[in-house]
């Protein structure tokens, strides 16, 4: 594997895993926003945040040689080539792929089993729990962001076969 390879991989591990982040934090965010702000500002920066997200990924995945010529990634080696190993760009992926799905569950499923057991002690309690709030967005959301990095763990040869073809 060359070097250029190395960082076009690289490239476009980040840009994944940054529009990954962005869909399953930033958007449910600005959603949690809506009572603070009125609904015509919210679907501005709902939009501009959609349109800035989508910019950089098209970006990222689109322009990697002019980036990797820009920032010069691939000088200063001694050697042309990277040796991984038995890996190829799809092994790669893969392994991207899967450390983001885990990440994604890793980081997500303490919180949401902290919630479902306030919850259940909530519901059991005979006595009012005087500042518990149950907040079933947040749940909801965490718990979508469980059953996404399942399914990107699960799909990983899939998603990593889109990523070498592009």
Known sequence: ???RDFFRILIKVFTLYSVIISIFTLFPQLLSFNQMLDNISLSLVFVGCVLVL???SVFMVKFTDKII???KL???FDEESIVLGNLNNQAIFKI?????GGFMIVDNFPQ???DIL?????KSSYQYMEGHEVDYFWFGVRFLNLIFGYLIISNCKSIAKFLDKN
């Open 96 to 100: 991207s792929i899967i450390l983001i």
């Open 1 to 3: 594997m060359t070097k």
């Open 54 to 56: 989508v910019a950089f």
């Open 74 to 76: 691939d000088k200063g």
């Open 112 to 114: 949401f089993l902290m």
């Open 118 to 122: 306030n919850e259940f002690k909530f």
């Open 69 to 71: 010529d820009f920032l």
